[in-house]
């Protein structure tokens, strides 16, 4: 059997694959969504960093240590999430 993309196979790399069984594509693309009351990762990560905050009484040095990440960083999140509504000062 020739090879995909050799001389004489008539397929070339640009030529498409086999065929897929109909409503195989819709089923791979329906087994990657989220089911219902999952959260996504900004929501995840969200609730660490106000979860680290209220640990630490507010004090965000200590909340940034604790979640390992800069400390701008967690000022930058925190001001996404005051301009969203999810933060009060």
Do not use: C, H, N
Not at 29 to 46: F, L, V
Not at 80 to 89: A, H, I
């Amino acid at each position: 059997m020739a090879d995909a993309g050799a001389p004489g196979s008539g397929r070339g790399p640009d030529s498409p694959g086999p065929a897929l069984p109909e409503g195989a594509f819709q089923a791979a693309t329906s087994a990657r969504e989220a089911p219902r009351g999952t959260k996504t990762m900004d929501e995840i990560e969200r609730d660490a960093i106000l979860a680290a905050l209220d640990r630490t009484g507010g004090r965000r040095v200590e909340a940034a240590k604790l979640l390992d990440i800069g400390l701008r960083t967690l000022q930058r999140k925190l001001k996404d999430y005051k301009d969203q509504g999810y933060y009060q000062e």
